[in-house]
């Protein structure tokens, strides 16, 4: 070997451990950077090809390769454990705050109130005639009417939020398939770029947060992203979402597509954006319609008795509540009209037409043009004939019907928003059985005692008033407690996966700091080696001279 090859040999050492100390310096420097996958050296010696007695001789060390630590697979379980964190994370924060919607643990809570205005129709009924008890009756109404009104308002409220903020994630899937799409370019163009690796890993996780997808790598190094099979990034082309809401006003995505929109919302199976779906079009719309029933059979429970009764002045035949539906009688008269939900549905709201032709009942779903069949009892009281018509979770109580009948009817969507107090006069308040202007005793109190007594009847469904609303506080309690069982669940399982990433990826500061020493000692020694070849060197011209 020629003695300037100790030179080559040094120079090589020299600048491998150069290079070997920025890597070091900089997975210290990331040790705290979110996402970032520890970088490590692999050295390669490099022989000359000159075969001599002794063996073969080498020209010093070069970088192989400079890799990323990181687990595929481990990276995958990460991504899908922090997928279903995300969906719980929302959930159970949209749970909470339907809890605090519907509070019942204070004393303030909707029960309390519902119990309050029954109550004060037991004080009525001590005391009929009573203009205090008549007037605190109308405000322990106009009470009820005002809670029951702010709380399904609420609810609308919280379906408005989830839309504005699922607007905002919609914006943060373009901008992350944006910025992966750049990535995906600049790392095709130099596969070496480990620090955009680390940063697409990083969006992509994100991105996975917000909306489960799935990914591949091509041979070039870039990733095409799917959503439910749909592509988002495809080949160095970016496919952009949107959300709007259909007919139903629930919310609709929309995958722009060089063909046109296409519909992406069943599509969508995790992360927040399908936590978000939940909530606004499924959890919430159901105690939507949970509280819309218990408004309508409480006002037709309330307003059919009240009915029957007479107020101070002797009217009789007023309802307390306003009607919660509209009605036009085509033809015909009914003595008696009593409506009652036993579920609500899509139907419920739909128009219907009623004929009666004084042997048979004939319903038709005017909305959409169908014909109904309806479940027929009849019975009579008296000299009154009833006749219950069931159909589509809903009951028709008519009595006394002219024959022949013919007469529209529909539900107002958003019951509970239309709940009001019919009666503004304490006279017209029927609390007598019978009218008190027609007999010189005492008013009874009859009617007040059998409205009260609607407390503990089967009025709202199958159920009491007070136990059909307690119901719901129950349900949501116990979806609440599960999304927080699920939700520490899943912390849990990201936090080890978390863990095992760092035993992989992540920077250690003790083993980087054993490796800056032995890099620094190693670039010394091969600096000695540059200045042991250069005194052996001077030597020699030393001798020549």
């Known amino acids: 070997m020629a003695l300037t090859a100790l030179f080559d040999i040094g120079k ?5 451990y150069q290079k070997a100390l920025e890597v070091v310096s900089h997975n210290i420097s990331n040790a705290a950077t979110e ?38 697979f481990i990276e995958l379980q990460l991504k899908t454990e922090s997928c279903r964190l995300a969906y719980w994370n929302v959930v159970q924060n949209g749970m909470l705050r339907l809890e605090n919607i519907f509070n019942d643990a204070s004393d303030v809570a909707l029960s309390n109130v519902i119990n309050d205005f029954f109550n004060t129709w037991q004080e009525l009924s001590q005391n009929p005639q009573g203009t205090t008890e008549r007037s605190l009756l109308i405000d322990k109404a106009n009470y009820l009417v005002q809670r029951m009104n702010t709380s399904y308002k609420s609810l609308i409220d919280e379906r408005y939020e989830i839309y504005q903020d699922s607007k905002s994630l919609v914006d943060q899937i373009n901008q992350y398939i944006d910025q992966i799409n750049e990535l995906n370019e600049k790392i095709a163009a130099s596969p070496g770029a480990l620090d955009a ?7 992509l996780k994100q991105l996975n947060d917000i909306v489960n997808i799935t990914y591949f790598e091509d041979n070039a190094g870039r990733y095409s992203i799917l959503v439910g099979g749909m592509p988002l990034v495809d080949g160095g082309k970016v496919y952009h979402m949107s959300v709007g809401l259909d007919s139903n006003q629930n919310m609709q995505f929309k995958v722009e597509t060089a063909s046109g929109s296409i519909d992406a919302t069943e599509l969508i199976h995790g992360g927040k954006l399908k936590a978000e779906i939940d909530l606004r079009d499924s959890v919430i719309p159901e105690y939507m319609n949970r509280l819309n ?30 009607s919660l539906y509209d009605l036009n009688i085509n033809s015909g008269s009914i003595g008696n009209l009593i409506f009652k939900i036993n579920n609500v549905n899509q139907s419920t709201y739909y128009e219907y ?37 069931s159909f589509n979770d809903m009951e028709i109580t008519i009595k006394n019907p002219s024959n022949p009948l013919d007469f529209n009817f529909q539900i107002k969507a958003n019951t509970a928003l239309y709940f009001s107090v019919a009666i503004t006069d304490i006279n017209k308040i029927a609390a007598a059985g019978s009218d008190p202007t027609s007999s010189s005793g005492p008013m009874d109190n009859t009617n007040a005692r059998a409205i009260y007594s609607l ?12 136990d059909f609303y307690r119901s719901i506080v129950s349900e949501i309690g116990v979806y609440s407690s599960s999304a927080q069982t699920q939700k520490n669940f899943q912390d849990a399982l990201v936090q080890e996966m978390q863990k095992r990433r760092q035993d992989i990826s992540g920077v250690s500061l003790d083993e980087e700091a054993v490796n800056l020493v032995k890099y620094q000692k190693m670039y010394e020694a091969s600096a000695r080696v ?3 070849a250069d005194e052996i060197l001077s030597t020699l011209f030393d001798m020549v001279r």
């Open 12 to 16: 090589t050492g020299v600048l491998t």
């Open 35 to 72: 996402g970032y996958t520890r970088q490590d050296v692999i050295f390669q010696n490099m022989p000359s090809g000159v075969i001599s007695a002794q063996g073969v001789s080498g020209r010093g060390v070069k970088i192989s390769d400079i890799r990323r630590m990181y687990d595929s």
């Open 197 to 203: 690796k680390d940063q697409r890993e990083n969006l």
């Open 293 to 322: 029933m218990f408004v309508f059979d409480f006002t037709e429970a309330i307003n059919a008795q009240h009915r029957k009764g007479y107020g101070l002045d002797g009217s009789t035949g007023e309802n307390f509540f306003s």
């Open 353 to 389: 037409r009623v004929q009666y032709d004084g042997t048979n009942w004939t319903v038709t779903d005017t909305t959409n043009s169908l014909p109904v069949t309806p479940a027929i009892t009849s019975w009579t009281e008296g000299t009154d004939t009833y006749y219950k018509l």
């Open 455 to 466: 407390l503990d009847a089967p009025v709202i469904g199958n159920a009491k008033p007070v």
């Open 530 to 532: 540059i200045r042991v």
